[in-house]
């Protein structure tokens, strides 16, 4: 079974500050997938970043990158220049790779982010 | 590309009642998955579809079922409303087809409130 943690209920940043925000995670799968999805108020969930298990190089998408420790089981994800757009929250999910279903995503309870003008 | 479209956007049902939800996925996703988001219990995984064949299905009681057409759209319906049933009800669309995970891609919700 896969499980998902994101120990930050709440966070706040600066308008232009960095912000991280923390997930691991645990699977006994060889390959899977880790995403960071932003749930907006208007409930629409967006894909942020997503990184491959059995890639070494953390996923950046402009201002997003990921921090992925696969040995610790951690996939943080990094936030700059942080932006009014960017308050929202923020799941973690783990999917399984290859085999099976793909369509299952597992979430953590989500960290909610706010940002200060 | 049109998004994924989810109706009705809203509902409003009573105790007992049954209600059916309607998902559209993104032309060409062969796969749509349901989820429901609630406020106690997170988001949690209800069942995928492909190829109108279950594929995967969550740990939810007989109540809540689906089923997925031709043209890939797919219905949640769930019987015997209770209050828990309150919810947000997500619906996710992917190719379905690569063999591997793949980026789910979600339509807005259906916020339902059971009375």
């Known amino acids: 079974a896969q499980t998902v943690t994101q120990s930050q209920p709440e966070m706040s940043v600066q308008e232009a500050e960095t912000v991280t925000l923390s997930c691991t995670y645990d699977t006994s799968e060889s390959d899977y997938y880790l995403f960071w999805y932003k749930q907006p108020p208007s409930r629409q969930m967006i894909l942020v970043i997503r990184q491959e298990a059995y890639k070494q190089q953390n996923a950046t998408e402009n201002r997003f990158s990921v921090n992925f420790q696969k040995a610790a089981k951690s996939f943080s994800l990094k936030i700059s220049d942080s932006q009014l757009g960017d308050a929202a929250m923020y799941f973690c999910a783990c999917g399984r790779g290859a085999g099976g279903s793909q369509g299952n995503l597992i979430f953590g309870k989500g960290t909610k982010l706010s940002v200060k003008p | 590309k049109a998004g994924v479209t989810q109706t009705p956007r809203y509902l409003i049902k009573t105790r007992g009642q049954q209600v059916t939800l309607s998902c559209s996925p993104i032309s060409g996703h062969r796969s749509v998955s349901w989820y429901q988001q609630t406020p106690g219990q997170g988001l949690q995984f209800l069942f995928e579809y492909f190829s109108e064949t279950q594929r995967n299905k969550g740990n939810f009681p007989g109540r809540f079922s689906g089923r997925q057409f031709s043209n890939s759209r797919s219905e949640m319906n769930v019987s015997t409303l209770e209050l828990g049933d309150s919810a947000l009800y997500l619906c996710?669309?992917?190719?379905?087809?690569?063999?591997?995970?793949?980026?789910?891609?979600f339509g807005p919700g259906t916020r339902l409130l059971v009375l």
């Open positions: 996710a669309s992917s190719s379905g087809t690569s063999g591997r995970v793949e980026t789910q891609y």
